[in-house]
């Protein structure tokens, strides 16, 4: 995969295989999930060790990351859980394919 350096994104993180899910937004994904895996970042992630990625979109601009951001947060959980299920159905890690 060619990783576009800076280019804003929406993520979603668990715990665990139906864990705990948090959703953000970023403009460097590889930096932003690594703070996160690493407690870094404190807040939610840290306190709930949320740190597997299992879901990304790249956006072309950050309006509409943060658009998409703030739409998927209104979602219930299960829509949440089948929207990257679809592609990622054992919940696999994604942040090795960021490299």
């Known amino acids: 995969m060619v990783w576009a350096m800076k280019q804003p994104a929406v993520y979603i993180l668990t715990s665990k295989q139906y864990g705990t899910l948090y959703i953000g937004v970023t403009s460097d994904l590889q ?4 703070e996160h895996r690493e407690n870094i970042v404190e807040g939610f992630t840290k306190r709930y060790s949320v740190h597997r990625l299992v879901y990304f979109e790249l ?3 950050m309006v509409s990351a ?7 947060k209104t979602w219930n959980r299960a829509w949440k859980i ?5 592609i990622n159905p054992m919940w696999k ?3 090795e394919s960021l490299f």
Not at 31 to 34: A, L, T
Not at 66 to 72: A, N, P
Not at 82 to 86: A, D, G, R, S, Y
């Open 31 to 34: 930096k932003r999930v690594w």
């Open 82 to 86: 089948n929207l990257f299920q679809e």
């Open 93 to 95: 890690d994604l942040y």
């Open 59 to 61: 956006h072309d601009d």
């Open 66 to 72: 943060i658009e998409r951001e703030k739409q998927l």
